[in-house]
């Protein structure tokens, strides 16, 4: 597994002469220490702490009860953004307003993506919805790192339920002194943030008032009710903030605390493509070393350290030794703990895509071409990428940011950001100001130095499903609830093309059972040898992630105007799933699923109908089965197999497995009816599987797959899992001839095409096409897309269907 992390990272030491020269040969030689330590604890950490990301692609932000979602997962190596190969599962989620899931889903996923889809059941209430994505590895850190998207699902055929109004105390009022600490006597920038409970920023005009009720400071949002201003507190004295909004509200707000001692620190630009930092502090150290570490997504990039000279020291970064997106830059006293920190952005190159169809507008059941063409560096580059064309109406929601927003900024934040497609769309100088906020008010959040220096890695919980699911249990006694060690646990998903694994349990009395290509819902059977272990009780884990974000569902408010609309959008479900249904309902087994049995190929192979049939499987043992000796002891029957290598028999029983499912008596599988069996395989060699040491293998299939009437031990746990998520295919018709075209067959689709797999090719070129349907209107089209290299970009534009 370590081969998938990533190597400690090389990193240069930059020292500045002026730091240097106020310190002693010793002084200076202790302090490269220190800051050879910091680069250590963080590379310690990081080479353990591996950081993904999922981005998910859906087909449309806005739903109605019936209708499929469709979506892509792009999936990505959080410290370039480049796609990775690492995680194989990908686990969704669409959860309510109580962040109760609804539907749930296991992405299988290859070379960096995956796809797949949801039938929104008629079941579900109207109202906003939280779709996430996460991988079982992601699961170690704050749930804050999981892919998040709000969409909108409408039920027509049930009451649209009450309406969630917004309420004058529903704001979030934040106030962020830069570095993270207000100091007295020392001047600080604040940057400030007032939003509404939906996390949409507000104007209002601020005041900041003392104890004695004196006006200390005046402000107002610059845009998306974030702004800052420059103010010095004095200790001892209590702040307030009133805000004054435009709806003529007031609220009062507490200010955060003033500290009697400590350290400030202020970043501005300095010219010549560089950066200063200004850190301040109150406290009598003299020209003791303050270290400044700055690092990009976990990337080193800048350590130097440098002496404090009047309570000051100023450090010069050049912004090309910074990387691209969000950078956290964090200040050190000279006992090595972290006193300042805050962010830095830098606009990252992107994947530039142009996109145009054969036309603005068409008519009903053309053929529509779409012409991609996807460049960059100005250069034609190969990009994987995902297509949608849906209708826009009057129902239209909020689509959420696109890949290349999210990858580089929104997950490399806390919290709701409000148009963030703004910081990177954009340039100017009221740009740079708004994102300097941006980095001010949303935090930092990808990275702890607590963890580092406390070695959380060590501790980590989820391993990576680098070769596929893994199924989590915990077997525990019985009679006590005490957690079993070291007890031997099979997993079988039964069947004629079955899938097992093998677990011994820790100390904790976990189990994890690494089961590759298991698709589709289906029963598995988990035990123990019942033969010896009467009393233990086995539990199998859900894979979800039981943690939630704090963000919350914004409330759903739908207009009376949108009815025709919401009418179109319904009775379209509607004929879709009446005339359509069997369309919709096609599903592939992906390439990656593999039937051969575990074992690959027997060593001896007996289908029953090829020989005369007995009436007893004790007969059919000692008649045909080369290999196996059947034998009776104390009126009961057990296997020993030839070790045809070491031409002896093994001492111990082989593994029996009927559909898959280990049998431990003998006596079950001699009781059988032989009618019911078509093949009997055999394996004559000691055989490995996880734990388990196998004297041979001996695997009954029965015609149907399903055991037969098996009889379980009452310990025998037998449940209904649902596995990876089968493939479901695009219904897209076509109106090639004059009889397709004038076919009765109404056509009421507002989604036209939804590819997850569009690839450019050498050149950047990519063609496709698809047909318009019977509803008029204006349709857009939407494309992500990312390269090997992590270019991300999208493109959207729109065409119209006339009558």
């Known amino acids: 597994m370590k081969k998938y992390f990533i190597g400690l990272m090389k990193c240069r030491l930059i020292f500045f002469v002026c730091g240097c020269a106020l310190l002693s040969s010793v002084e200076c030689a202790a302090q490269n220490e220190t800051t050879g330590y910091l680069q250590s604890q963080f590379n310690q950490y990081n080479s353990q702490a591996i950081q993904e990301k999922l981005f998910v692609h859906t087909d449309k932000p806005f739903y109605v009860a019936g209708d499929i979602m469709w979506f ?21 989620e669409v959860l309510n307003k109580d962040q109760k899931p609804v539907l749930q889903a296991k992405i299988a996923m290859k070379d960096g993506s995956g796809e797949g889809s949801f039938f929104i059941p008629l079941s579900l209430n109207s109202g906003n919805y939280k779709l996430r994505a996460y991988t079982n590895w992601m699961k170690n850190f704050s749930q804050d790192f999981y892919f998040e998207k709000n969409i909108t699902i409408v039920n027509s055929l049930k009451n649209l339920g009450e309406k969630t109004a917004d309420s004058a105390t529903g704001y979030d009022i934040g106030f962020f002194p830069e570095g993270g600490n207000m100091v007295s006597g020392l001047q600080s920038k604040i940057a400030f943030r007032v939003a509404d409970q939906n996390g949409k920023g507000v104007e209002f005009k601020g005041t900041l008032t003392d104890e004695e009720n004196n006006t200390v400071a005046s402000f107002q949002p610059s845009r998306f009710g974030i702004g800052y201003f420059s103010f010095t507190p004095v200790a001892n004295k209590k702040y307030r903030a009133i805000i004054r909004l435009n709806n003529s509200s007031v609220v009062v707000s507490e200010f955060p605390t003033v500290y009697s001692q400590g350290y400030t620190m202020h970043l501005e630009n300095a010219g010549n493509d560089q950066l200063s930092v200004t850190v301040s502090t109150n406290i009598n150290i003299g020209n003791n070393a303050v270290y400044l570490f700055a690092h990009t997504r976990q990337s080193v990039k800048v350590a130097a350290l440098g002496a404090m000279n009047d309570g000051k020291a100023v450090f010069t970064i050049d912004k090309s030794k910074l990387g691209e997106g ?9 006992l090595r703990q972290p006193v300042c920190e805050r962010l830095y952005f830098k606009k990252p190159s992107s994947l530039k895509i142009t996109a145009n169809t054969n036309g603005d507008e068409f008519r009903s059941r053309k053929k529509i071409y779409v012409n991609i063409d996807a460049q960059a560096d100005t250069k034609p580059v190969v990009a994987d990428m995902s297509l949608s064309v849906y209708k826009i109406d009057s129902l239209g929601a909020e689509p959420g940011a696109d890949i290349l927003t999210y990858l580089w900024l929104v997950s490399d934040l806390q919290g709701k950001i409000e148009s963030p497609e703004y910081y990177l769309n954009n340039t100017g100088p009221d740009v740079e100001v708004a994102t300097d906020n941006l980095m001010l008010t949303h935090g930092w959040r990808r990275f702890k130095w607590e963890d580092a220096f406390q070695n959380k890695a060590a501790a980590f919980e989820f391993i990576p499903e680098y070769e596929g699911h893994v199924v989590a249990g915990k077997i525990t006694d019985k009679r006590s609830g005490s957690p079993i060690e070291n007890a031997l646990t099979y997993l079988s998903a039964p069947g004629t093309h079955f899938q097992i694994g093998s ?15 298991f698709y589709g819902s289906n029963e598995i059977v988990v035990q123990t040898d019942n033969q010896k272990d009467t009393n233990y009780r086995i539990d199998i884990l859900s894979p979800f992630s039981e943690k939630f974000s704090s963000v919350p569902v914004p409330s759903f408010n739908i207009s009376e105007d949108v009815r025709e609309d919401l009418v179109t959008r319904s009775v379209g479900m509607q004929v879709q799933n009446a005339y359509q249904n069997d369309n919709l309902q096609r599903f592939d087994m992906p390439e ?30 000692r008649e045909y089965i080369t290999g196996v000796s059947l034998r009776k002891h104390q009126q009961k029957f057990y296997f020993r197999m030839f070790n045809d290598p070491y031409r002896s028999f093994f001492d111990d029983d082989p593994l029996v497995l009927l559909d898959g499912v280990p049998v431990f008596d003998a006596d079950k599988i001699i009781s059988m009816n032989p009618l019911k069996i078509k093949k009997i395989e055999v394996v004559d060699r000691r055989y490995y599987l ?7 293998i001996v695997s009954y299939t029965t015609y149907k797959g399903d055991m037969e009437g098996l009889q379980f031990d009452p310990n025998t746990l037998v449940l209904e899992y649902e596995g990876l998520q089968m493939q479901r295919e695009f219904y897209s018709p076509v109106y090639e001839t004059e009889k397709q075209i004038s076919s009765r067959i109404p056509d009421f689709r507002n989604l036209l095409y939804w590819s997850p797999n569009v690839k450019t090719d050498m050149h950047g070129k990519k063609q496709l096409n698809f047909y318009s349907s019977d509803q008029q209107g204006k349709y857009m089209v939407m494309i992500q897309g990312i390269t090997a290299d992590g270019k991300a970009g999208s493109q959207s534009f729109t065409f119209d269907v006339i009558k």
């Open 72 to 92: 892509k997962v792009y999936y990505v190596d959080g410290n370039f953004n480049k796609p990775l190969d690492l995680s194989k599962i990908a686990y969704l």
């Open 326 to 334: 969000i950078s956290n830059i964090t200040i050190f006293n000279s």
């Open 503 to 517: 677990s011994l349990s820790n100390k904790k009395g976990q189990i994890l059972f690494d089961i590759k290509n």
């Open 592 to 621: 990656m699923a593999d039937s051969t049995s575990f074992y690959g190929v027997p060593d001896y192979k007996f289908f029953l109908d090829e020989y005369t049939r007995f009436n007893t499987m004790e007969e059919v043992m």
């Open 690 to 696: 996880g734990p388990i040491s196998a004297s041979g």
